[in-house]
């Protein structure tokens, strides 16, 4: 069983930075995608960034809100998955999900972070 623990959530101001961590634990080879999943106050879930390994290749995926803002990565020594944030606006507030999956598709999250950002 996969287990997803976030860290690094808080609160900044209107273009602060802030960098969330994910160790991720049981991985499997039935697991080949990671990311980050956004759910804004009344809103569903989202997917924000999004990581495949796949054999011979990597492909990344932002959603257009956070593109060439956001950075996601992956350190596999330390088994961390990262989403670096920067240019932070209130628009971004809302909880952060640490997710992994297969094939671009999650099934499973951790607990969460709130991000807060204050005009």
């Known amino acids: 069983e996969v287990h997803l623990a976030e860290s690094g959530g808080g609160s900044v101001s209107t273009g602060g930075s802030l960098t969330l961590s994910c160790v991720v634990n049981?991985?499997?080879?039935?697991?080949?995608?990671l990311g980050w999943v956004r759910q804004l106050p009344g809103r569903e879930r989202e997917d924000l960034a999004v990581?495949?390994?796949?054999?011979?290749?990597?492909?990344?995926y932002y959603d257009d809100s956070v593109k060439g803002r956001f950075t996601i990565s992956f350190e596999k020594a330390w088994n961390t998955l990262t989403l670096q944030m920067n240019g932070l606006t209130p628009a971004d507030e809302g909880m952060y999900f640490c997710?992994?999956?297969?094939?671009?598709?999650?099934?499973?999250w951790g607990q969460g972070t709130r991000v807060t950002v204050s005009p």
């Open positions: 990581a495949g390994y796949y054999t011979g290749s990597e492909y990344t």
């Open positions: 997710a992994a999956g297969a094939w671009g598709r999650f099934n499973s």
């Open positions: 049981g991985l499997t080879d039935n697991f080949n995608t």
